[in-house]
């Protein structure tokens, strides 16, 4: 049997599933494992719900962050993690980042320390420590750099749902240096990830100006991690990515996030309109949803970006020479996005769980199953445009 063919006809009983289910949903005649919907715009869409192939490995950040305590241990952990393991700043020739990034950064951490509590770094080290080294670090940074995240880790607590990480978007310059191509061949040979087989998956391309290549990485704890490496066009001067990078270096644009909860034995996603809800009790204020076509396959917002008005004037009027819309645009430091993504049922979970070797386990709050794993580029190209 080829590799792939367990994935396929797994994919081809979704399908069959949701079509003998549910309206609004068409058949692809050209792919039996993708649907066919048509969005608000008019526009037929495919969703192709073929599982990213990817052979399960360990949740290296687990040995540094499972025994934090404190606010300061937290970013003991941190520093250790990112010292052990090669991130961007490691590459050769990298792409031109300014100064600021690392006054950024180390505003960011001296936040924290002065003023995290205890409680908000365990629950911070509680929840990073079932990812990787590479996603362990995004996501601290992100964490101690957003209330929006931090709140949505608080909201879930109180009313017992499971945060699960869904995707990190990290800025990577320009393709007139191949910074993304650059960033995705270190993720694979030092990381561990891999670009989807699914074709069309592998790489998105927008008329705006920017383009990204998703990557997949499966744990041995059942968690899926997603990152979307992208960067500006080398023809879109104007084009805000490259502008970001240069401000902000290689932190996350956006962690994404999505919850659940368990109801009658089964995981089920928790609706986006009432983690939007739960949010904006918190003073969380979330932007324009997308995604209303796939029928709750995947719904995504962005909520309020986390300003920085410490970009200093000289980046601010370079950018100014290029577009007035940029010094303003520059601010948007670092974005929540709120995904949510449809579950599996026990049974479809338990068959998706097995393609990966791994034996499901429903009351565990880490397995996670969406039916829908991947990213839709009208959708990404709505919440980047909204992210501005």
Same mark, same amino acid.
């Given at each position: 049997?080829?590799?792939?063919?367990?994935?396929?006809?797994?994919?081809?009983?979704?399908?069959?599933?949701?079509?003998?289910?549910?309206?609004?949903?068409?058949?692809?005649? #050209? /792919?039996?494992?993708? *649907?066919? $919907?048509?969005?608000?715009? %008019?526009?037929? +869409?495919?969703? =192709?719900?073929?599982?990213?192939?990817?052979?399960?490995?360990?949740?290296?950040?687990?040995?540094?962050?499972?025994?934090?305590?404190?606010?300061?241990?937290?970013?003991?952990?941190?520093?250790?993690?990112?010292?052990?393991?090669?991130?961007?700043?490691?590459?050769?020739?990298?792409?031109?980042?300014?100064?600021?990034?690392?006054?950024?950064?180390?505003?960011?951490?001296?936040?924290?320390?002065?003023?995290?509590?205890?409680?908000?770094?365990?629950?911070?080290?509680?929840?990073?420590?079932?990812?990787?080294?590479?996603?362990?670090?995004?996501?601290?940074?992100?964490?101690?750099?957003?209330? #929006? /995240?931090?709140?949505? *880790?608080? $909201?879930?607590?109180?009313? %017992?749902?499971? +945060?699960?990480? =869904?995707?990190?978007?990290?800025?990577?310059?320009?393709?007139?240096?191949?910074?993304?191509?650059?960033?995705?061949?270190?993720?694979?040979?030092?990381?561990?990830?891999?670009?989807?087989?699914?074709?069309?998956?592998?790489?998105?391309?927008?008329?705006?100006?920017?383009?990204?290549?998703?990557?997949?990485?499966?744990?041995?704890?059942?968690?899926m991690l997603r990152l979307f490496i992208d960067?500006?066009?080398?023809?879109?001067?104007?084009?805000?990515?490259?502008?970001?990078?240069?401000?902000?270096?290689?932190?996350?644009?956006?962690?994404?996030?999505?919850?659940?909860?368990?109801?009658?034995?089964?995981?089920?996603?928790?609706?986006?309109?009432?983690?939007?809800?739960?949010?904006?009790?918190?003073?969380?204020?979330?932007?324009?949803?997308?995604?209303?076509?796939?029928?709750?396959?995947?719904?995504?917002?962005?909520?309020?970006?986390?300003?920085?008005?410490?970009?200093?004037?000289?980046?601010?009027?370079?950018?100014?020479q290029i577009d007035a819309k940029l010094p303003r645009a520059i601010e948007n430091g670092k974005?929540?996005?709120?995904?949510?993504?449809?579950?599996?049922?026990?049974?479809?979970?338990?068959?998706?769980?097995?393609?990966?070797?791994?034996?499901?386990?429903?009351?565990?709050?880490?397995?996670?199953?969406?039916?829908?794993?991947?990213?839709?580029?009208?959708?990404?190209?709505?919440?980047?445009?909204?992210?501005?």
């Amino acid at each position: 049997m080829p590799h792939n063919e367990p994935y396929i006809t797994f994919a081809r009983q979704q399908v069959a599933d949701i079509l003998q289910r549910e309206q609004g949903w068409r058949p692809c005649p #050209a /792919d039996p494992c993708k *649907l066919l $919907v048509t969005n608000e715009n %008019g526009e037929e +869409v495919s969703l =192709d719900l073929t599982p990213a192939h990817a052979a399960p490995q360990m949740p290296t950040a687990y040995a540094c962050f499972d025994t934090v305590r404190t606010a300061a241990q937290l970013l003991d952990a941190y520093t250790q993690i990112r010292c052990a393991y090669r991130f961007e700043d490691d590459l050769e020739a990298q792409v031109p980042v300014h100064p600021f990034e690392h006054d950024f950064v180390a505003a960011i951490l001296q936040r924290a320390r002065a003023s995290l509590s205890d409680d908000d770094a365990i629950s911070i080290a509680q929840w990073v420590k079932h990812f990787d080294a590479y996603v362990a670090v995004k996501a601290v940074e992100a964490l101690l750099n957003s209330n #929006a /995240d931090l709140a949505l *880790l608080k $909201v879930a607590a109180a009313r %017992g749902w499971t +945060v699960h990480f =869904d995707h990190v978007a990290i800025r990577c310059g320009s393709s007139r240096e191949r910074a993304a191509e650059r960033v995705v061949e270190l993720l694979v040979a030092e990381h561990g990830y891999v670009p989807s087989q699914v074709s069309g998956e592998e790489f998105y391309s927008f008329p705006d100006g920017w383009n990204a290549y998703p990557l997949y990485k499966m744990l041995i704890n059942g968690q899926m991690l997603r990152l979307f490496i992208d960067q500006s066009d080398a023809t879109h001067p104007t084009q805000i990515i490259q502008h970001w990078h240069h401000v902000y270096g290689y932190t996350a644009h956006h962690m994404a996030l999505r919850a659940t909860r368990q109801i009658n034995g089964e995981r089920v996603a928790v609706p986006l309109a009432e983690v939007m809800a739960a949010l904006a009790e918190h003073g969380v204020e979330s932007m324009t949803p997308t995604g209303e076509y796939t029928q709750g396959l995947l719904l995504q917002v962005f909520t309020r970006p986390e300003r920085n008005p410490q970009v200093p004037d000289d980046i601010k009027e370079a950018l100014a020479q290029i577009d007035a819309k940029l010094p303003r645009a520059i601010e948007n430091g670092k974005l929540l996005e709120i995904v949510s993504r449809r579950e599996m049922d026990a049974i479809h979970a338990r068959q998706w769980f097995a393609l990966y070797g791994l034996e499901y386990q429903p009351q565990n709050p880490l397995y996670s199953a969406p039916v829908y794993g991947y990213f839709l580029p009208a959708q990404a190209a709505h919440v980047i445009k909204t992210s501005v």
